[in-house]
């Protein structure tokens, strides 16, 4: 079986809208530095690198299904200019209310991912930079790796740092 490492997209792969908006335009899709060189750091290391973030904006009518669709697409496509290849995204278009299988903190995108990329959840790291992206991963089996951007928190994630290339180098190094 394969092992991978879960991405959460805002936040983790490119800086977040400012609150309380969602990135519904490319031109609000900042990648974070490091981004491409840990997403190709990881491929060396033989894991799949999967997207899988909760997309409130489609249930509040800010983006259509196929609009984040054309989004994703260009992300994929920029990151894979600079070699950095994410092999598949999962995406939860749902509200809060009521609840889903999918949207994080429940496990669903994972534990999907996992049936169609024979990914071994023992094996793999959910990363992402909220308490929900971290308890869907551990609700899925997977260890954890916690993103905090500037000021250091207190978190239950197996490892954290304030940079997915940061974060990176601390998987790689659980491998040794």
């Keep these: 079986m394969a092992k991978a490492v879960f991405l959460d997209r805002d936040g983790v792969i490119n800086r977040k809208a400012d609150a309380p908006g969602y990135i519904t335009r490319w031109e609000q899709m900042h990648i974070l530095p490091g981004v491409a060189e840990a997403i190709s750091l990881l491929h060396s290391a033989d894991y799949r690198v999967l997207m899988v ?8 009518g800010l983006i259509s299904i196929a609009d984040l669709g054309h989004l994703h697409e260009r992300l994929l496509t ?14 939860c278009p ?29 094996q793999s790291w959910m990363v992402g930079d909220s308490d929900s992206d971290i308890e869907a991963g551990k609700r899925a089996g997977c260890k954890t790796g916690q993103i905090w951007g500037g000021q250091a928190q207190l978190s239950s994630a197996d490892l954290t740092a304030p940079s997915l290339i940061e974060l990176t180098h601390k998987i790689l190094l659980q491998r040794a």
């Design 94 to 122: 749902h509200d809060i209310e009521p609840p889903c299988s999918c949207r994080k903190p429940a496990p669903g995108m994972l534990l999907e991912a996992a049936r169609e990329h024979g990914i071994a959840l023992s």
């Design 53 to 60: 973030t909760n997309q409130r904006c489609v249930a509040k």
């Design 78 to 91: 920029t990151l894979a200019q600079s070699g950095a290849i994410i092999d598949a995204i999962y995406f």
